[in-house]
């Protein structure tokens, strides 16, 4: 069955310091990928996506997310991370064959000054 | 509209009543999704709408749950005889086939 593994569910950095978030996926043929980002009380907003081509993909706020096919993942990384940053991260998958995004269980990202 | 639009942001209803829930996607876009997410919990998928296709309902969690969409653009998510399990904040996204998804801001759903 298609999944997304995030498996870190809470990660908790201080300020300036650089960010990794880990994504796996599993899926049959290599899917859509995206990073949402979720502030408290907010909707999901889109960092950054991955079709095809280059496998560093830039997003907004200084992310961006490498695609490894030989790992099937799509790691989130940020170089120096500022307070605004904490908020909840979620992974995404999306296969033309099954026409639904696939949404991992979120990593909360705690931010300390 | 610029961006997907749910209404309302909030409801509270009393067990056993009927809700709907409001979305209207972004102009042009022609697929329409709804997606559930409880507290402390990632998104659950519940329906897909793609044209006038018929709709992927394999999400919805029971059958007191229904949508539909009119007219190729606003859709009304339908919860009949709520639990308190179905407090949850429900999320509606819309896209273009092969694009990421913009989602709005949800309604969140409180059942006493």
């Known amino acids: 069955a298609q999944s997304v593994t995030q498996p870190d569910i809470h990660i908790t950095v201080s300020e300036g310091a650089s960010l990794e978030l880990r994504c796996n996926y599993s899926y049959g043929a290599t899917p859509y990928l995206f990073w949402y980002v979720q502030s408290p009380g907010q909707g999901l907003q889109l960092l950054l996506k991955y079709f095809s081509g280059d496998t560093l993909v830039q997003g907004i706020k200084g992310f961006e997310a490498e695609f490894k096919r030989s790992q099937s993942s799509f790691n989130l990384r940020k170089p120096s991370v500022h307070w605004s940053d904490a908020a909840e991260y979620f992974c995404?998958?999306?296969?033309?064959?099954?026409?639904?995004?696939?949404f991992g269980a979120g990593t909360r990202l705690a931010v300390h000054p | 509209g610029a961006g997907v639009s749910q209404s309302p942001s909030n409801k509270v209803t009393e067990k056993g009543k009927d809700v709907e829930l409001r979305c209207d996607p972004i102009s042009g876009h022609t697929a329409l999704y709804w997606y559930r997410q409880s507290l402390g919990q990632g998104l659950e998928f519940l329906i897909y709408f793609q044209g006038n296709s018929a709709p992927d309902k394999s999400g919805l969690p029971s059958d007191r749950f229904s949508a539909e969409r009119t007219g190729g653009s606003v859709s009304t998510l339908t919860i009949q005889r709520t639990q308190q399990e179905d407090s949850a904040v429900y999320l509606c996204a819309s896209s273009l086939a092969g694009e990421g998804y913009t989602f709005g801001s949800g309604t969140r759903l409180t059942v006493v």
């Open positions: 995404a998958a999306y296969s033309g064959g099954y026409n639904k995004l696939i």
